[in-house]
């Protein structure tokens, strides 16, 4: 106890300065003291003990849109950092997504809806590979890895990229999908909204999709030490969470000119590709999580579960 409120003291004024650099006029965190206390420290201390120096240990965390992945992710990066003196590196799954030309020709070889990012198969899942090869090599030299922008719905230019200098001792590997396993091909002949009624008849969206969960995906995510999910109570939470999350990205673009920025029905229909993978992680990634963050109506941890010892 005394040593979490020792953290506390050091880690508060980072914390609390990275979380009023998200903030807007109308969006500000709530029960920030609550959240770095009884959460985020016990759980970088639990990381803390897991992580050995001589190889970087790998942090999944997931959750579904808008459960606030990225502030969590950075908070824990923060403590890390400050208070036990970790080397850490954040980076998001939605990093790695293929260019919006990658899409294109994606979408016209195997179906239109692979145009949409998001799903397993829009991601280059060969450089997710090769970073978490090249990163755990003994003869490990400084990475350059790509920037995602959500505004263009493109790539970052390089010179925005990652410069990995120096292996980490811990890496924080986020994003929706994280851990997410495939189906039985049979559930997927079920339709669970109107974009599959209609733009995927043949299920070969479907298909497509799974099968890359249940190749690569699965061979990129079984090398995690441990997976913390953020567990949402519902789809519908995740769609006003998403929508919020728009908002806030217009209000904090400097430069609006060509932002490829949602409204409410651009957020339900985008979400329609991401319902099917999250509704069956709502069932299925508690049984096998490292740790579980579960979130309340109003976006906050309302209980942590660990599994994993």
């Known amino acids: 106890m005394k040593l979490a409120v020792h953290c506390y003291s050091k880690v508060k004024k980072n914390c609390f300065k990275y979380l009023k650099s998200q903030e807007?006029?109308?969006?500000?965190?709530?029960?920030?003291?609550?959240?770095?206390?009884?959460f985020l420290i016990p759980l970088c201390f639990w990381i803390s003990k897991k992580a050995d120096k001589k190889r970087p240990y790998f942090v999944g965390l997931a959750g579904g849109q808008g459960t606030g992945k990225t502030t969590i992710s950075s908070l824990i990066k923060i403590i890390l950092t400050r208070y036990f003196k970790l080397k850490v590196f954040k980076i998001s799954i939605d990093d790695f997504y293929k260019t919006r030309k990658e899409r294109l020709s994606l979408s016209n070889r195997i179906h239109p809806m692979l145009l949409?990012?998001?799903?397993?198969?829009?991601?280059?899942?060969?450089?997710?590979?090769?970073?978490?090869?090249?990163?755990?090599?003994?003869?490990?030299?400084?990475?350059?890895?790509?920037?995602f922008n959500k505004a263009i719905d493109d790539r970052f230019n390089k010179k925005k990229w990652y410069n990995l200098r120096n292996k980490p001792d811990v890496i924080i590997f986020e994003g929706?999908?994280?851990?997410?396993?495939?189906?039985?091909?049979?559930?997927?002949?079920?339709?669970?909204?109107?974009?599959?009624?209609?733009?995927?008849?043949?299920?070969?969206?479907?298909?497509y999709v799974n099968q890359q969960l249940k190749l690569k995906y699965k061979n990129l995510y079984s090398q995690l030490n441990c997976l913390i999910y953020l567990k949402a109570k519902n789809f519908n939470l995740l769609?006003?969470?998403?929508?919020?999350?728009?908002?806030?990205?217009?209000?904090?673009?400097?430069?609006?000119?060509?932002?490829?920025?949602?409204?409410?029905?651009?957020?339900?229909?985008?979400?329609q590709t991401y319902q099917r993978i999250t509704q069956n992680m709502f069932k299925h990634t508690p049984k096998y999580a490292s740790i579980i963050f579960k979130l309340d109506n109003k976006h906050q941890i309302s209980s942590a579960i660990y599994k994993k010892k």
């Not at 799903?119 to 280059?124: I, M, Y």
């Not at 728009?246 to 409204?263: D, H, T």
């Open 24 to 38: 807007t006029k109308t969006d500000k965190f709530k029960n920030k003291e609550r959240m770095i206390k009884s």
């Open 116 to 147: 949409t990012r998001g799903v397993p198969g829009t991601h280059d899942i060969n450089m997710m590979l090769n970073f978490f090869r090249k990163v755990k090599s003994k003869k490990f030299k400084k990475l350059k890895l790509p920037t």
């Open 176 to 207: 929706w999908c994280v851990g997410a396993k495939s189906e039985k091909n049979s559930s997927l002949k079920k339709t669970i909204n109107s974009m599959e009624k209609v733009k995927d008849q043949k299920q070969i969206w479907r298909k």
């Open 239 to 271: 769609q006003q969470w998403r929508l919020k999350q728009e908002r806030k990205l217009w209000v904090k673009s400097k430069k609006k000119i060509n932002l490829k920025i949602m409204n409410k029905n651009d957020v339900i229909n985008f979400m």
